[in-house]
């Protein structure tokens, strides 16, 4: 049997226009990298040897695992009744806000730990995207856990329902797309070469 | 186990993989192609199932994958070429 399509992606269409518009700013930016890359490959490939690998795979692991528990918040405001559903989302949205805080520990702990070697903005091209990518990107997680927080505070008073959790939906939206920023940021800064 | 979970253990797994060639410090074209392709399935699958854009008609539905498929063919490009 065919499900019937939906017209709309979920949530508020306003949070899908500045999605899209976030994803051509990264994506310019990703192209910025790889076409400056072109230009010194030798000191792009030297410089991203200074990068810790593993706290990248970290902050995946952590993006990737607190979008799912969005994901679960959502479904039980979905599947479940209203006085389960609200406790049990409003239980994942705070691990998926928890995630996301220590995704900012650790990022913050790199930066800290680049400047520390004396490697900053104007160290070189490739720091240069470095910083400004993932600073860009860290901006965007800490607002998204602003969303997320709002999130939380409304479904402990049971504010979603099964036929009214658009406003659950338009936060789920941005903070999946802060995971699938990250996860193209990840391989690119980090891993290839 | 729902559907979900099974694609999020396949994301943990991705990167994982990623992360292992990346510490293995292995580089080569065949590797760089293997690492995008595993790029796009991650993405494709957040787009698809955590964004719920599988259950979205027309344009809305391809915008985010048409950015995918265009930024990783692009940086594949730019490391070919």
């Known amino acids: ?193 | 186990m729902n559907k979900y979970t099974k694609i999020y253990i396949t994301l943990i797994s991705f990167t994982t993989f990623t992360f292992l060639i990346g510490w293995m410090k292995l580089t080569s074209l065949i590797v760089i192609a293997i690492l995008l392709f595993t790029t796009f399935l991650k993405g494709y699958l957040v787009i698809e199932y955590f964004m719920g854009l599988k259950e979205v008609e027309g344009k809305y539905r391809y915008i985010p994958t048409i950015w995918l498929v265009s930024i990783i063919s692009l940086i594949a490009l730019g490391y070919y070429l």
Do not use: C
């Open chain 1, 1 to 193: 049997m065919n499900k019937i399509k939906l017209k709309y992606p979920p949530g508020d269409f306003a949070i899908w226009m500045i999605i899209y518009i976030e994803l051509l700013t990264f994506g310019l930016f990703f192209l910025g990298y790889i076409y400056s890359r072109r230009a010194d490959v030798e000191l792009f490939n030297a410089s991203q040897l200074l990068l810790d690998q593993r706290s990248g795979f970290i902050n995946t692991v952590l993006l990737i695992t607190s979008s799912f528990f969005v994901v679960k918040a959502v479904e039980a405001i979905k599947t479940m009744e209203l006085k389960k559903a609200s406790k049990y989302a409003s239980n994942w949205l705070l691990s998926a806000i928890g995630f996301g805080g220590i995704f900012l520990v650790i990022k913050m702990g790199e930066f800290i730990s680049k400047y520390q070697d004396g490697i900053n903005l104007s160290t070189n091209k490739f720091f240069m995207f470095y910083f400004l990518l993932t600073m860009f990107h860290f901006l965007h997680v800490l607002l998204g856990m602003i969303i997320l927080f709002n999130l939380y505070l409304k479904t402990k008073i049971q504010g979603y329902t099964k036929e009214d959790h658009r406003g659950l939906e338009t936060g789920a939206s941005y903070w999946h797309m802060v995971d699938l920023l990250w996860i193209v940021l990840f391989p690119l800064i980090y891993i290839i070469r």
